[in-house]
């Protein structure tokens, strides 16, 4: 099973707010998933990202790929792959 760090979007129609999940790579975009991770709030001033630092870690180490955009929110977050 190839497991990925994605977003997951919530909120009324226009007010987008995310979910950051490890998900099976097969399920669909707003499908099942394993654990959340984090959140993610684009129309905030500036935008706000919450993680769960111990949670994201043991899925990267447990092989867990994230997303495009999910990488990119995790390098602003300054998590990295320990």
Known sequence: MAVKLRLVRMGKKKQPTYRVVAADSR????????????????RQEPSEVNFDSEKVNKWLSNGAIPT???GKLLKVAGITKK
């Open 27 to 42: 399920s669909p975009r707003d499908g099942r998933f394993i654990e959340i991770v984090g959140t993610y709030f684009p």
């Open 68 to 70: 495009e955009r999910v």
